[in-house]
Every structure is written in structure tokens, then in C-alpha cells.
């Protein structure tokens, strides 16, 4: 709830016209442009093409297989306190233009956000740039964004639905941990684990959401 409250309340931000533009035309701009931006919150979204190594037990635990080379957009916020909302504008006003050329890219899932069990200290989080595969993506024009492209990694996860906050990945993270140990799997990275989300928060049902443990 409090995510979809700071969405609205920073709408009018996020699509801020220049402060000439007569009434009129400033008026136009703006019911289209928010048009927009709430028809990318209903859209389908792209994502990362990937690879079933296998699944695991009885459950839908599942060891994938992500190709190298992949282009995201990240960035770090050092006081959690604030929050994930900030770091997440930060990079949806990057999709949304504030790059060199003014690049409209579109929205992808999953948000990737890297967590350290147990802590409430800096966060990152990465949106997926699909059409920069092979190209290199707009530089932004935000200094606190990064260009990075992922290695090729093996990740173990499973689908979780609902709303998550702090405490309810960290407990998915752990149970996913004790599942993947009683079915002898050791070979994962227990220190971190990515936390992924696939769904605007306009979606009230048939949530994704997903833990990703590395495989080592």
C-alpha cells in the first residue's frame, strides 16, 4: 500500500512538463503521458530468456540456467530507511527518458534487487534492458546509475505470490535454503540472494515473485 501511495504521489513528477508549455498544451501532454505510464504498469512485460536445468523434489523448485551478456540498469541506496521506493524511481525515470537521447525503453520484469540475509544496510537494484543485448544501452544521465552485464549463472528458485516486504523474502530466502538442503543441495551461495518481483502493484492477484539463490 505504501508503494502504491508514493506512485501516485510521484506521478506528477515522473512526468513533469517544462514550465512554458501554455496550460493547454501542458494539460494534453500530461493526460498522455500519464496514459502511458499507467498502461506500462497493466502491459506484459519481457523477460530474461532462460534454461530449466531441472526441478527438484515434489515442489516447483526449479534450477535455471541464465545466459551471460544480459544489460540491466542498476543502482545502490545506501540508508534503507528510505526505502526501495527511491531506487526505483531512480531507474524508471531512466527507462522513461532521463538517459543521453532522451531513449524511451520499455518496462521488463523481474525488478532484480541483490539482499544480504538478516540486514537493513545498502540495497541494489537492477531493471532488465532487453533490446541492449547485443547494443549498448543510452548512457544515463543519473550518476548514481550503472550499466552492468550479467555473467552466465545457474539460480534455484520457485514462485511465491503476494505482497512482499523485508521479512517475507528473508523468510522465503530460509525456507527456500532448508527445502534445497533435505533434497541435497548444497552447491548455493547462502550469504546473498536476489530478490525479484514481476508485477506492478496494481496487480492484486496472481502474484510472482521469486528468490534466487546462485548456484556455486
Same mark, same amino acid.
Given at each position: 500500500m505504501k508503494f502504491l501511495l508514493l506512485l501516485i504521489l510521484n506521478l506528477g513528477l515522473a512526468l513533469a512538463a517544462p514550465a512554458q508549455e501554455e496550460p493547454a498544451s501542458y494539460l494534453g501532454n500530461l493526460v498522455s503521458r500519464a496514459t502511458e505510464?499507467?498502461?506500462?504498469?497493466?502491459?506484459e512485460y519481457d523477460e530474461p530468456a532462460y534454461k530449466v536445468v531441472r526441478t527438484i523434489g515434489d515442489s516447483q523448485v526449479e534450477e535455471r540456467k541464465y545466459p551471460g551478456g544480459l544489460a540491466w540498469a542498476c543502482t545502490d541506496e545506501e540508508n534503507a530507511a528510505n526505502g526501495d521506493e527511491n531506487i526505483f524511481w531512480r531507474l524508471f525515470q531512466y527507462i522513461q527518458g532521463q538517459n543521453e537521447g532522451g531513449v524511451k525503453i520499455a518496462m521488463t520484469t523481474p525488478v532484480k534487487m541483490?539482499?544480504?540475509? %538478516?540486514?537493513?544496510?545498502?540495497? /541494489?537494484?537492477?531493471?532488465y534492458l532487453k533490446p541492449y543485448t547485443d547494443q549498448e544501452p543510452p548512457a544515463p544521465t543519473n550518476a548514481k546509475i550503472s550499466i552492468v552485464r550479467s555473467p552466465e549463472m545457474n539460480i534455484y528458485t520457485r514462485r511465491v505470490g503476494g505482497y512482499m516486504d523485508d521479512a517475507d523474502w528473508d523468510y522465503e530466502f530460509n525456507s527456500l535454503k532448508t527445502f534445497l538442503k533435505a533434497n541435497n543441495v548444497a552447491d548455493f551461495n547462502?550469504?546473498?540472494?536476489?530478490?525479484? %518481483?514481476?508485477?506492478?502493484?496494481?496487480?492484486?492477484?496472481?502474484?510472482? /515473485?521469486?528468490v534466487w539463490v546462485t548456484k556455486e
Open positions: 505510464f499507467v498502461s506500462d504498469f497493466f502491459s541483490e539482499r544480504f540475509p %538478516g540486514e537493513k544496510g545498502e540495497r /541494489n537494484m537492477c531493471f547462502e550469504d546473498k540472494y536476489y530478490a525479484n %518481483g514481476y508485477d506492478s502493484p496494481m496487480m492484486f492477484y496472481n502474484r510472482r /515473485n521469486e
